[in-house]
């Protein structure tokens, strides 16, 4: 049951020299990943950008935000912009929906395979 094999990674976790911080930091980014693929966009016209994708302040986005320790509308602006620096000029561009659904992809892509390589390594450490 879930519970139990919580019990057991946690334990796991322990005998491999991982902190309660670092144990805690590690699920607070895991649940953040489980969240963010429940965010959702819509599409907005604007006068600057046309057609442009707008993160829905949804449970799961605030959860996000909150969890990785950043505002909503940063979360929201990371997601559905770019910067793009032209001849010393700093542009920003909307995103589609698509290309936001992407960077959404990208971000939880980033964040588990940061984890993953922590972990990998802090067992390697405890090994070695």
Do not use: P
């Not at 334990?11 to 902190?19: K, L, Q």
């Not at 590690?26 to 907005?44: D, I, K, W």
């Not at 829905?56 to 602006?77: H, I, K, P, Y």
């Not at 995103?95 to 980033?110: N, P």
Request: aromatic share 8%.
């Amino acid at each position: 049951d879930d519970i139990d094999m919580h019990t057991e990674m946690v334990d796991a976790m322990e005998v491999m020299h991982f902190g309660s911080e670092t144990t805690s930091q590690l699920m607070r980014l895991v649940v953040a990943v489980l969240f963010a693929g429940n965010m959702t966009f819509s599409e907005q016209r604007t006068a600057s950008y046309g057609d442009t994708a707008v993160l829905d302040e949804t449970e799961a986005s605030l959860a996000v935000a909150q969890l990785l320790g950043v505002s909503f509308d940063n979360l929201a602006a990371s997601l559905t912009s770019k910067v793009i620096f032209a001849r010393g000029d700093m542009i920003h561009k909307g995103l589609d929906l698509g290309q936001a659904e992407k960077a959404s992809e990208a971000l939880i892509k980033s964040i588990y395979g940061a984890a993953f390589d922590f972990i990998a390594e802090k067992i390697n450490a405890s090994i070695n």
